[in-house]
């Protein structure tokens, strides 16, 4: 198994910044994936994860800004963060439940703990 984060990056307050993770060893479909984002001195916060069929869960600090997709061809994932602030700043990482194809409510518990994960790409937001 193995996650690969690229296109993190800085920007300004109200910018956008595309992420992709890609997929090797397992079918991307099969699983609960998403991201998950630490900034320093702070927890874990999940972002977004999608289930197999597709489904998608946002933080309440996100939503409306970020789009979770999973391209099942090329087996990755790509979060689109539009309108960033600077509380957005944050090492974000791509991440996938060891088990299960469903997320369910405990999304967010489930990717900040899972066990594999990818290095993390930094994301900057300057006001």
């Known amino acids: 198994v193995q996650l690969v984060e690229s296109g993190g990056g800085s920007v300004h307050s109200g910018g956008s910044v595309t992420l992709s993770c890609a997929a090797s060893?397992?079918?991307?479909?099969?699983?609960?994936m998403g991201w998950f984002r630490q900034a320093p001195g702070k927890e874990r916060e999940g972002v977004a994860s999608i289930d197999d069929e597709g489904n998608t869960r946002y933080a309440d600090s996100v939503k409306g800004r970020f789009r979770l997709s999973r391209d099942n061809v090329k087996n990755t994932l790509t979060l689109q963060m539009n309108s960033l602030k600077p509380e957005d700043t944050a090492m974000y990482f791509c991440?996938?439940?060891?088990?299960?194809?469903?997320?369910?409510?405990?999304?967010?518990?489930?990717?900040?703990?899972?066990?594999?994960r990818g290095q993390g790409t930094q994301v900057t937001v300057s006001s």
């Open positions: 060893g397992f079918f991307a479909t099969g699983y609960c």
């Open positions: 991440a996938k439940d060891r088990w299960g194809s469903k997320c369910g409510g405990q999304w967010a518990a489930k990717l900040v703990t899972a066990g594999e």
